[in-house]
């Protein structure tokens, strides 16, 4: 819009504003006014259509490949659109590559990363609203930079073949390209096998190492002064050269034998080397070793060579020019190897094939060894020898080259060719059971292997023991022990009934190979037949138990006393004849005086057929009786014998030990011998020495089993004589002699002179420590203070803290005591029976006789 119509636009808006005013007082003189100003503005609009005019920031443009432009139409007037044309005529639309932002009267165009094809002339084309249309227009020129084209570097070739050196360099207009080599132009009169083609790339003709090195690819533009280049590095690849010095090897297998192959490569760059075998690369592992050596030198170490080591390998040596392959060939010896021999599982009573394939150079011959016998058997020229003297036969046939040997009871055969042998035995027991041997031989050496015959049967049940004894609530067991291969399902039935857990007043406990069935009788009719099932896969067996009632045992008989004394009596008796069919607890001894009604009992240790009977009165006459007591109760009482112990007399001499005391002191003991029925009230010692005649006294108590003598006098023999005596008397003298010896002469010098330094060190730090001890226990009691002072307080402060649940513990405990039972005298009893003491927490007692007091 110009500026004479945006100064009309407020005269047009103005006079049209109030045309009520002007027609209200005279409207004569508005109708001309109105007329004129139609006129006016019918003027106005023909100059702005014929002053619409359009203009482009640039009018021509240079732009090279890739870059970036805009252009900026404006439009004088009052267009209606702005629309942009490209060189083809065709009106563009926004996209990537071109943008377009309008306006009213303005309108740009940006043009990314121009191309070729862009070139051209763009027109900008506006129009108002009659549909005028004006347009102008810009000259689009793009040329192309010198611009390398993914020029690689460096460029690899192999020897003696034509090289092709890529240098691809595009440029408007086409670039001249020059080439160096070693800072020196390229040309065909002094390089002949050089030739730079028409693609601007470098032909080199039969290449070689001597080509190798860094090449100059120069483009240049002339008309803009352009000029550029790339550095080519060429690389000359040389096939591998592969040489053996050592094509063969030999080798033992099994022997921990190695070999190692050697091969020598040359080329560039260096080759790789890998081995193969069997069309197999080898990799890196225990058995193959491979090391690489300056000069080319590649090694592969074959270890433990063994039979499947033999025959070809190869060393291949490659790399980016090419490859080359060598043969070398491995010849293993092999002495004997068991190569399959496997468990063999049989049923009892058919037949087992065992199979032993060995192989070796030679074959070896194979034979068979029964570990639990040694037995052999072998297939071969060789008789078998035994000490068994097993009887073989021979038979062969040549047309297959098989050997046959088979025993005379035909239970065993060996069949053997090209290296396998099979043993069969027929009708297999179960002492075939267990390890076979197989053992291949030949003159290089012998290998042998070991397998094992396992045998399945039938459910063997293995204990004869089916009567079981019971009475109505007590629990018995009723083992049912079965040995069977697989392990057997056992079950239990009770007329043709299964028993399950939940079957009353049974239990049923098992494991591998045996089955408890615990009944409890509650009634008659829990007494009876009982049937136990094992089962697996090569069949089924039945045994059958019978459960009857218990009974008390029978009387015991032939009561026998001996060792009869005023005290001791022994009983000894017979076992009853029958228990029952309940294992016998214990035996019940009954004894009391003549005349008396009150019985008392002793108890036989577990089931022993001798019981001491203590505390009996000197001088009296005893009546005895033994019962068998088992799990159902007592039996009848034995018949009933009479015994007379001993009366009181005087006591037996005691015997005499002496050992010598501290000092001038003798220590002699007193072993108290037979009594005489009452107990010892005191010894009698004398003694003198043997140069005097007076006798020296000294009493003991009967109870001390020791007399200390002194003081005695060195180097001085004593005689002694001691008597016992008891209520009725004294006892035969005992005699007894000892030496005292001379006086010791102890000194300071004397007693450490046998000491070495060490122990005279110790001595030190023991008397220091003994004084440190005292001055503790001294500042304890005097100044409240050390280290016992504060031992004390610690102690003391939890005592404090678990003072009350120490109290509840001590009123819950409950100590035992086990006391020797002694006579009226304080003789000890033969027999060590107990008391047992229980102190409960009310201090309390209770006092129980044990159990095993006889």
Known sequence: MNGAQRACRPCRFSAAASPSKATSRNPKPARKMLLRLAVLLGALVGISQAALQVSISLNKVELSVGESKFFICTAIGEPVKLEWFNPQGERITSSKRMSLHTETSRSKLIIYNAIIEDAGIYRCQA?????HTEEASVVLEIYQRLTFRDVQSPQEFRHGETAEVVCDVISSPVPVVVWYY??????EEHHSRYQVLANNNLQIHQVTKADEGVYRCEASVEARGEIDFVDIAVVVNVPPVLSVFQPSFNA???????????????????PMVTWHRKGQQ???????????????????????????DGGSYSCKATNKAGSQERELFLKVFVQPHITQLKNVTAVEGSAAMISCVAEGEPLPDISWRRASDAQTFMDGDKEISSQFSFDWLQAKRSSEDLEVFKSRDGRFEVRGRHGKSVLTI??????DLGRFDCEAQS????????????????PKFLTNHTIFYSWEGNPVNISCDVMSNPPATMLWRRERFTISEGTPNMQIHGSEGKSVLEVTPMSDRDFGRYNCTARNNIGVRYQEFILAQADVPSNPYSVRLSAVSQRLATVTFMKPDSHGGVPISYYLVQYKELGSQDWRDVRSHSVQTTVVLTGLEPNTTYEVRVAAVNGKGQGEFSHTETFQTLPIREPSPPAVHGQRGMGKAYRLGLVKQDDGGMPIVEYIVKYKTDKEEQWMTKLVPGANDYAMLQPLQWNTRYEVEITARNVKGLSEPTFYQFFMPQKP????????????????????LGALLLLLVLVDVSCFFLRHCGLLMCI?????????????KGKEMEEGKAAYLKLPLKEENGKESLKPDTIEIKVHGDNSLHIKPDDSKA
Do not use: W
């Open 745 to 764: 002469d102890i000194t300071a010098e004397s007693l450490f002179s046998g000491l070495g330094l060490g122990a005279v060190v110790g001595l030190g």
């Open 282 to 308: 080898l990799e890196p592992s225990e058995k193959y070793i491979f090391n690489k050596l300056e000069g080319g030198r590649s090694m592969l170490t074959i270890r433990n060579i063994r039979q499947v």
């Open 426 to 431: 027929s009708g297999v027991r179960l002492t």
């Open 127 to 131: 129009t108002d609203a009659s549909g």
């Open 443 to 458: 003159r290089i050496g012998g290998h042998q292997k070991s397998m094992f015959l396992d045998i399945e049967y039938i």
């Open 182 to 187: 070693q800072d020196k132009e390229i040309t």
């Open 252 to 270: 033992t297998a099994d022997y921990q034998e190695s070999v190692t192959f050697t091969c020598i490569t040359s080329g560039s760059p260096d």
């Open 792 to 804: 004390t307080r610690t102690l003391c402060s939890k005592k404090t803290a678990t003072s009350g």
